[in-house]
Nanobody, 123 residues
Framework: QAQLVESGGGSVTAGGSLRLSCVVSGYTYSRYCMGWFRQVSGKERERVAAIYPNSGRTYYADSVKGRFTISQDNAKNTLYLQMNSLRPEDTAMFYC????????????????WGQGTQVTVSS
């Protein structure tokens, strides 16, 4: 049974930084997408960043380009999201997710989700 456990959320003031971590265990696919999503109450879950298997190619939502960086440590089975220059509009529940690789890492590729970690940015 795959399990994803996020950590690193918290409260910061605008301009601050946070690093989210997600430990992945029990996932048996050899090639899979890894990503971070966020959701504000009443809105759809938004794909923030993703990393493609093997190539290491990355995707970022326009709203976070230049501020957020997704990375992974394969030895630790851990996915990271470094978030800099945080803004109040970044306030959301952040979720880690993985999904089998079938040629893309779009929103519907992700099938296993973590429990989420709250990020709050005050002005």
């Amino acid at each position: 049974q795959a399990q994803l456990v996020e950590s690193g959320g918290g409260s910061v003031t605008a301009g601050g930084s946070l690093r989210l971590s997600c430990v992945v265990s029990g996932y048996t696919y050899s090639r899979y997408c890894m990503g971070w999503f966020r959701q504000v109450s009443g809105k759809e879950r938004e794909r923030v960043a993703a990393i493609y298997p093997n190539s290491g190619r990355t995707y970022y939502a326009d709203s976070v380009k230049g501020r957020f960086t997704i990375s992974q440590d394969n030895a630790k089975n851990t996915l990271y999201l470094q978030m800099n220059s945080l803004r109040p509009e970044d306030t959301a529940m952040f979720y880690c997710a993985v999904g089998p690789w079938y040629g893309g890492c779009a929103r519907n590729a992700f099938t296993i989700w973590g429990q989420g970690t709250q990020v709050t940015v005050s002005s």
